[in-house]
């Protein structure tokens, strides 16, 4: 991968330089050399006075143009889209805070924003439970009483909105009658795989996009819906854990910027959700993913800022819910985020801090409940002079393992064999303390439990290791963080 240099002033959204000399002409741009390299490049229009970045990858037989991601202050222009906010599941939780949020996006009309939703307020957890009760005891799926309470919540945000239901019932795409349908077939088979799961789940953001834009629209706002995995968010195959794959960024960014201008109208996104590469099914993006959804399309786009708009007033020292008393961090790094969230922090998607990093595009968390709460802001760098601890987070139900050597001290090689096993195995370790005879590990319990054959596959673990070392398995473990300025962690 390399990027190379910048050029300003051209015009055309995105186009295929293959077929525009032209613009190559105008823009310093070899062409020559370039199409040797690559079969098309894609051109984002760049906003006005806006750097364009190429980013060439050879192996991808595909050189990407993408507009630079900082807009500076006047030269953001007006007509463009320029941040994404985000806003959870508990932002929009019932027809008076969907009222609320557009109040709130209403209230930046300088901005010209990307809007990502998740499902509203517990919709995913009620979801996967109808689904674990449709595959396990039930005799009619739709009596399940989660079943019930998703369809009676949406229902009612839709008349108090004065919405059509039509929106989510009784006329395609009918949502409530397709999960309907999904839950009784759960039901049917008595199973609910990974896949099914990530389908299953999906319905919610799948609504409440649906239900917001139409609100939006009525109140005279112009607004246009959007299914992740129909605009190109394009993921591995790793049901309930996809990773987010790079051809999402130019495909997304094409998507979205096209549209807006050919007509302009705010994008209402769904967070979480994307579509695998290999099966062409829904999968989603871990819990919490619509963090990522937002990062990832800010990155594509380039845009100036990604707010992700939460239920607190910040990242807070610690969780809330362990210490009421925890108060927000007003300035964090990406890295600082990254481990934060990583460790436990429920507030951040451990993976949504990457595309922000990559395009060096500042990310604020804010509260939606508390909109003049300052909130925290998540960038490149920050003054770390006096920052000794940031926060303490809590990670649960670690799987653990303390391998000690069986050979002499002085042996050399064993860590080397010891994580070889794990490469080989495919499994993700996370915290590691090592002497020179044993080494204490954990693994990356995100990776681990959302997939099948996992007892399997510790036990695969175990036997490999039996061969070199003593090994104690030790599950539902805890690790507790301390995230702080490693520069100042030792004299
Ligand atoms: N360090 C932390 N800082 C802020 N919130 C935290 C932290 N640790 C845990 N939380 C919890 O994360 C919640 C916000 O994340 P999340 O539920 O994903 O929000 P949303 O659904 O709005 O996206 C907070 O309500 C809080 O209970
Ligand atoms: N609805 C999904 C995705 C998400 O990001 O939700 P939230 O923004 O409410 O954490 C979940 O509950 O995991």
């Given amino acids: 991968m390399a990027t190379a240099t910048h050029l300003c002033g051209i015009k055309t959204p995105y186009c295929f330089l293959k077929s525009n000399r032209s613009l190559c002409s105008r823009s310093r741009l070899d062409f020559d050399s370039l199409a040797k390299l690559c079969g098309a490049i894609r051109v984002p229009a760049p906003s006005r006075g806006r750097g364009l970045k190429f980013v060439c990858d050879a192996r991808k037989n595909d050189v990407l143009v993408q507009a630079e991601p900082k807009i500076q202050g006047v030269e953001a222009s007006t007509n463009q889209l320029s941040c994404v906010m985000k806003f959870g599941g508990s932002s929009v939780a019932s027809a008076d805070r969907m009222k609320e949020v557009a109040e ?10 990307v809007i990502v939703l998740s499902a509203m307020g517990k919709t995913t957890n009620k979801l996967i439970l109808a689904g674990e009760k449709a595959a396990s005891c039930v005799s009619d799926a739709s009596e399940i009483d989660e079943l019930s309470f998703v369809k009676e919540l949406h229902y009612r945000t839709v008349d108090e909105l004065g919405l059509d239901r039509s929106l989510i019932t009784g006329r395609p795409p009918d949502h409530l009658e397709k999960l309907d349908r999904l839950l009784n077939g759960i039901n049917a088979l ?3 795989t ?11 953001e799948c609504m409440s996009t649906r239900i917001f834009a139409a609100y939006l629209n009525k109140i005279g706002v112009k607004a246009r819906q959007y299914d992740a995995f129909d605009i190109g968010f394009i993921t591995t195959d790793d049901f309930t854990n996809a990773d987010i794959l790079d051809a999402t960024y130019p495909a997304v960014a094409n998507r979205l910027h096209g549209d807006w201008i050919s007509d302009p109208a705010i994008p209402i996104v769904t ?10 099914a ?17 990155n594509g786009l380039g845009l100036r800022e990604i707010q992700v708009w939460k239920d607190v007033d ?21 890295d600082e985020a990254a481990e934060l969230a990583y460790f436990g922090a429920q507030v951040l998607h451990p993976q949504s801090m990457r595309p922000a990093r990559e395009g060096d595009i500042p990310v604020r968390v804010k509260n939606s409940y508390n909109r003049k709460a300052p909130g925290t802001l998540i960038t490149k760098s920050r003054d770390m002079s006096k920052a000794i601890l940031t ?6 139900n670690v799987t653990m393992l303390d391998i000690v050597s069986t050979r002499m001290r002085g042996q050399f090689g064993f860590l080397a064999k010891v994580f070889s096993t794990f490469e080989d195995l495919g499994i993700s370790v996370d915290v590691v303390a090592t002497s020179e005879v044993s080494i204490s590990l954990t693994l990356d319990p995100s990776k681990l439990w959302s997939r099948e054959l996992i007892q399997q596959e510790l036990d695969n673990v175990v036997e490999e290791l039996d061969k070199i070392a003593t090994v104690n398995l030790l599950q539902h473990r805890s690790i507790v963080s301390l995230i702080g300025n490693v520069q100042r962690s030792s004299l």
């Fill in 104 to 113: 709130l996006i209403l209230s930046f009309p300088e901005e010209n924003p």
């Fill in 190 to 192: 008595k199973e609910l």
């Fill in 194 to 204: 990974p896949r099914s799961r990530d389908y299953l789940v999906s319905f919610g």
């Fill in 271 to 280: 967070g979480f959700l994307g579509k695998g590469w290999r099966t062409c």
């Fill in 282 to 298: 829904v999968t989603t993006l871990g819990r919490g993913g619509s963090d990522l959804t937002a990062t990832t399309i800010g």
């Fill in 314 to 334: 910040g990242v807070l020292t610690c969780d809330p819910n362990i210490y009421p008393g925890a108060e927000p961090v007003p300035y964090l790094t990406f």
């Fill in 391 to 396: 926060s303490i987070v809590l990670k649960r």
